[in-house]
C-alpha cells in the first residue's frame, strides 16, 4: 500500500479531521483514505460527449424535420 505524506496543512483542517474521524471511530489516516476514496469514486461515472449531452437534454420535446435545400 502507499503512503501519503501532506505538509503544511493548517490547524483547522488539521481538527476538523480528527474531530471527524473521532465521530466515526477511525484514525486520521482512515478518515483520510476514506475521504479520498468518496471524492476519487464520484469521478468515476463516465462522461457523455456534448452532442449526446445536447441531445438527451432536449429529446424530451420532441424533433423537428428541416426541409433540405437544393445544392
Do not use: W, Y
Not at 501532506?6 to 486520521?28: K, P, Q, S
Not at 482512515?30 to 479520498?36: K, P, S, V
Amino acid at each position: 500500500m502507499a503512503s501519503i505524506i501532506m505538509c503544511n496543512v493548517d490547524e483547522g483542517l488539521e481538527r476538523r479531521l480528527r474531530i471527524r474521524a473521532a465521530e466515526n471511530g477511525r484514525t486520521m489516516e482512515q478518515e483520510a483514505c476514506e475521504i479520498l476514496r468518496a471524492a476519487l469514486d464520484e469521478d468515476i461515472a463516465p462522461t457523455k460527449n456534448l452532442g449526446t449531452a445536447v441531445h438527451e437534454l432536449f429529446k424530451p420535446f420532441g424533433g423537428v424535420e428541416l426541409e433540405i435545400p437544393p445544392r
